[in-house]
């Protein structure tokens, strides 16, 4: 699997092209400076004296200033673009930061998801703006999966903020294997998430299932008894949401933890691997079987309704769930596996980051490191908790211990040392990497909808996911 990470490019300018956040005061030689030249006259020591005087004053001037607390300090205003969380959740820090340093200013702002990743790469680039000031964020959110797409605009995490030996202590392996380039970190992360498993409980004991399942065996024994058809063979009640695209919410996730689980990878569609990840996809949905098909709704929304006995889904969809349907008995496992397998998941989490165009680099970075101190990330945690069902799942290490028995993140926490990324991950709207990806792979799993093999359809979807492997400059 370690050949097959996806690496971006580092002569695309990450590494090389960050900017400079502190200098090193320059060398200077005075050795070869000519002395200076003095003309001797009556008022020589008069000058002297006044020039003593005046340097004294000078002198106490700056040191009243120096020691007079930090109003004195340069202020500074920060511009934070942030996703998903209202101002009420953050604000709260923000405050707490502000109190702390009078001279920071933090402007928290909600951007609208939708074209989100054009607009500030755009902004922050200053592209398409032919008049007028406009406004740059400082600090950023993004999804794991963009940095190929960002890499001109983000800066590297300076080592006198977090080093790397303190970044790989405190967060989870596919931190760093996102967002390490070369010697450098481009973000610190304040939650990790991926795929769960959600089944219906109650539908369950309904159709005699007891076992949990852990692997896709067990899936494949009790889909059948938790299935419900009527006497024209329509379905009433699915096993499992699997198989399709146009009703299978985060199909593409999904493909990709087959896909990895099966030991394939994206660069490798053209293999047996892949042909076999796509099989074990579509056979939930083919005939005879007919778990799933296209004309039940949307599989988020099945369940909601208990149409649907389980779904495969990141755990932030579980607050859509329990948003409509607050009694709904449903339970959230990780993901099942191949039997005799590690376990792996997918994982689809956002990050926080600086523009390499920001004059306040080092502000935001130590911004940013204060949200990632414990008992921040915890008060961040009670926030969010207070306005809906549970927070972000922790990113740091040693706050595992605080979900791991969580209802809904337990499943999370128990798969965070096995989270993988893919840049495949549906509803990230970067209208780039990712949804490029997944169109390919949508047209893949719809033409064998239509006959075409497994193997020739996984082939032509290769062809494109190339292409797109050559823009963003990924091996």
Known sequence: MEDDKIIVDQNQGIVNNEPAIEEAPQDLNFENVPPPVYQENNNQRIFIVGGVILFLIIFIFIVK???????????????YWGLWEESQVMEP?????????????????????QSYREKLVNRTKNEGVSQGTIEKPDIFRFHNTWLPEIKDIVAPL????????EFDKTFYPVHKKDLKVGNYYYGLPLTIDGLV?????????????SIVPTTWDDITQIVPKLTVKSQSGSLITSGIALGTTSNVDHFSDIFGLL???NGGSLNKLNQDEASGALEIYRKFSESPQGYWNEEMVNSTTA???????????????????????????????????VPGTSLISIS????????????????????????????????????ESKIRPFGEPYSRVD??????????????IKQANNFVSLPIISRTMDNGLNDEIIKYIENAINSTILGVSYKEALSTAKSGIDQVFTKYNIN
């Open 348 to 383: 689809s989490y956002w990050v926080e980051g600086v523009s390499r165009f920001s004059s306040n680099q080092l502000e935001a970075w130590k911004f940013l490191k204060f949200l990632t101190e414990k008992e921040n990330m915890t008060k961040l945690y009670e926030i």
């Open 65 to 79: 200033a120096l020691f007079s607390g930090n109003s004195s300090k340069k202020s500074i205003n920060l511009i």
């Open 399 to 412: 706050l595992a211990p605080l979900l791991a028995q969580e209802p809904y993140l337990g499943a999370v």
């Open 259 to 261: 896909l990895l689980q």
């Open 158 to 165: 300076p080592p006198t903020i977090m080093n790397g030996d």
């Open 303 to 337: 369940f909601i309704q208990e149409k649907v006995a389980m779904i495969i889904v990141p755990s932030w969809e579980i607050l859509a769930i329990k948003s409509s349907n607050p009694d709904i008995d449903m339970k959230v496992v990780p993901v099942p596996v």
């Open 197 to 209: 498993l959600v089944y219906n409980q109650g539908l369950f004991k309904k159709a005699g299932v």
């Open 93 to 113: 820090l923000i405050t707490a930061y502000q109190q702390k340093n009078p001279n920071i200013k933090i402007t928290y702002q909600k951007m609208n998801p």
